[in-house]
């Protein structure tokens, strides 16, 4: 059962374009949410970050916005650069426990940014 | 500098071997976790440790175990290694939840 859903395996933008990134939940116990970008060969790294008591995040030209009625969380990136493309995974936690719980990931959008 | 470090990046094992992959970090965080990553299925969590000698099971931990002897190693071990079980193993590491650190990943190909 997969509780993170990324239903776009891949995506093509154009530089200098807005990159739209969509993921869907279905645990309504999930709190926090996560965005890390990984490059081949390489661990992935994080990206940016929401709680669920926000609908919006923004950091530079990455901003996350949660929908929490619709289980739906996105992320955008504006302007895009060559050096974004990569592999892009949503995570979520449940926190309601005080913390120490495990990130749920999806299955990954692969995005190509087009010079 | 934060550092996750793995230690072998490509592995080539026989079926039936007994294969280690370590993890080593420096950060002194308290959590430890193995995923595995597979195309189409994302990362999927293996098993986590929050301290020394402790050790929870994740989503998939079938033909898996970890140990935790010292805080800053948490070790995979698979047993006897099949097949299916040929993927790239990422370790991580956190002081709380979220803000996982990553390492390099270790590619294992069983044949």
């Known amino acids: 059962d997969q509780q993170v859903k990324q239903n776009s395996p891949s995506l093509s933008v154009q530089e200098g374009r807005i990159s739209i990134l969509n993921c869907d939940y279905t645990n309504s116990m999930f709190d926090y949410f996560l965005w890390y970008k990984k490059y081949p060969a390489e661990g992935p790294t994080f990206l940016i970050s929401?709680?669920?008591?926000?609908d919006k995040n923004e950091d530079g030209r990455f901003t996350v916005f949660l929908n929490k009625s619709a289980k739906h969380l996105s992320l955008h990136i504006v302007p895009s650069q060559p050096g974004d493309s990569a592999v892009y995974f949503c995570a979520a936690s449940a926190t309601v426990t005080g913390g120490n719980e495990k990130l749920t990931f999806g299955t990954g959008t692969r995005l190509t940014i087009i010079p | 500098d934060v550092k996750v470090t793995q230690s072998s990046r490509y592995l080539v094992k026989r079926t039936g071997e007994k294969v280690f992959l370590e993890c080593v970090q420096d950060m002194d965080h308290e959590n430890m976790f193995w995923y595995r990553q597979d195309p189409g299925l994302g990362l999927r969590l293996i098993y986590f440790?929050?301290?020394?000698?402790?050790?929870e099971k994740g989503d998939i931990p079938e033909g898996y175990s970890v140990s935790r002897e010292k805080k800053e190693r948490f070790s995979l071990i698979l047993e006897s290694a099949s097949t299916n079980q040929t993927s790239m193993y990422l370790c991580?590491?956190?002081?709380?939840?979220?803000?996982?650190?990553f390492g390099e990943g270790s590619r294992l190909t069983v044949l």
């Open positions: 991580a590491s956190s002081l709380v939840t979220g803000e996982l650190f």
């Open positions: 440790s929050y301290d020394v000698k402790m050790k």
């Open positions: 929401i709680s669920s008591i926000k």
